[in-house]
């Protein structure tokens, strides 16, 4: 067997463990999220976006549903790097980036009284609400495969997009109406934002499969 048939085989290999993991991380989050749904029903999943979980009934299963969304981003950034899908650095200090602002949500909990620990929390969900989308549009475009893996790709990034317009554009126009009051009708679209997010690393595990 050839050096270079061994080095193929090798990446083959590399390429179907990252892909492994990214898929069992996007599962994960959202099995934790729904789960968490039913044991806190105090919590009205209307208008409470999921970060207060962490404050709820078993919050450390919302913590460690950002812990999995972060590690399944961090494989993100492997198969970028190692593979050779996209050498450019910004989208390697993006994912990066976005990984551990994950890892710091589950970690800073949003406490209600504006404690230091809560407005780190609140930056890293900026960093990951905001930059998710611009860095996964980035990696559909640099996808080297079939038109059917790019369509794919194309159209997980689309919905992508949708989530992040229909929370963000909801909380703006809603804020503006109610006067900036706390309860507003926002937490159904935050939960469709997240889950889209996992559901474009699952597919891009998918996709760009070698």
Known sequence: MSEQTIEGAAENHRDRYINRVMKI????????????HFINPQINPSKIVISYYE??????????AFLSLGIGTFFCFLKVTYLKYDKLIFT?????????ALAGASVFYPYPDGKFE?????ICGVIVILGFPIVISRMSEKLPKSNKSKRLMTFSTIVVWTGLV???GSTIVLDIISGFKEGVLVGWQNRYMMITYAGWIFTYSTASMR
Not at 25 to 36: N, Q
Not at 92 to 100: D, E
Not at 118 to 122: D, E
């Open 166 to 168: 229909a929370f963000m």
């Open 118 to 122: 809560s407005v780190l929390h609140n």
């Open 55 to 64: 404050l709820g009934k078993m919050g450390w299963m919302m913590s460690l």
């Open 25 to 36: 991380c996007a599962i994960l989050f959202v099995i934790l999220l729904v789960v968490l």
């Open 92 to 100: 390697r200090f993006w994912l990066i980036l976005i990984s551990i």
